[in-house]
């Protein structure tokens, strides 16, 4: 399997970028991860020759397809500057594989994706961080959120509960 971890990319900045919980995986050759020099990418992203254009035409193309597969989402515009399709340019055009993110999913939808999450608040960054008590916007995010992790999650989360909670034994 080959990971894509996008945690130096513009966007992890407020989500505190690489987790050091991590290092451990990335520290085995038996695990390839890619992570991106960000000053690398941006000499791509303003390249003005062949691969320069070919990041910005990438770039439109993902912007337009997020805004297109998501145009009833009343926060899609706040959540696609926030993931920063330069970036999610860069990682399609650069990276063919399974993005891993941790604490916040800031994924374009684009690819399959592994989600590690810390606590419950910060998942819904930008929409919400830690400590703010309450959720605004909750039926939008919900929405949303719901479209990113689906049925799967939702019935492993409700069958670890039943069985944690349950008094009863095998």
Same mark, same amino acid.
């Given at each position: 399997?080959?990971?894509?971890?996008?945690?130096?990319?513009?966007?992890?900045?407020?989500?505190?970028?690489?987790?050091?919980?991590?290092?451990?995986?990335?520290?085995?050759?038996?695990?390839?991860?890619?992570?991106?020099?960000?000053?690398? &990418? @941006? #000499?791509? +992203?303003?390249?003005?020759?062949?691969?320069?254009? =070919?990041?910005?035409?990438? %770039?439109?193309?993902? $912007?337009?397809?997020?805004?297109?597969?998501?145009?009833?989402?009343?926060? &899609? @515009? #706040?959540? +696609?500057?926030?993931?920063?399709?330069?970036?999610? =340019?860069?990682?399609?055009? %650069?990276?063919?594989? $399974?993005?891993?993110?941790?604490?916040?999913?800031?994924?374009?939808?684009?690819?399959?994706?592994?989600?590690?999450?810390?606590?419950?608040?910060?998942?819904?960054?930008?929409?919400?961080?830690?400590?703010?008590?309450?959720?605004?916007?909750?039926?939008?995010?919900?929405?949303?959120?719901?479209?990113?992790?689906?049925?799967?999650?939702?019935?492993?989360?409700?069958?670890?509960?039943?069985?944690?909670?349950?008094?009863?034994?095998?």
């Amino acid at each position: 399997m080959k990971l894509l971890c996008p945690w130096n990319l513009p966007s992890y900045v407020p989500a505190n970028g690489f987790h050091p919980i991590y290092a451990a995986l990335f520290d085995k050759e038996s695990l390839p991860a890619v992570c991106f020099d960000l000053l690398k &990418a @941006e #000499q791509l +992203l303003n390249d003005p020759g062949k691969p320069g254009k =070919a990041v910005r035409c990438e %770039c439109e193309k993902i $912007t337009k397809r997020f805004r297109n597969r998501h145009k009833s989402w009343a926060l &899609a @515009e #706040q959540f +696609l500057h926030v993931i920063n399709p330069s970036s999610q =340019a860069l990682t399609s055009i %650069c990276f063919h594989g $399974t993005e891993f993110h941790h604490t916040v999913p800031y994924t374009a939808l684009e690819r399959p994706f592994i989600f590690h999450a810390e606590s419950f608040m910060p998942t819904f960054m930008p929409f919400a961080f830690q400590g703010i008590g309450c959720l605004p916007h909750a039926d939008e995010i919900r929405n949303w959120y719901g479209k990113i992790f689906s049925s799967p999650l939702v019935h492993t989360l409700k069958a670890t509960m039943i069985f944690t909670v349950s008094p009863k034994r095998c």
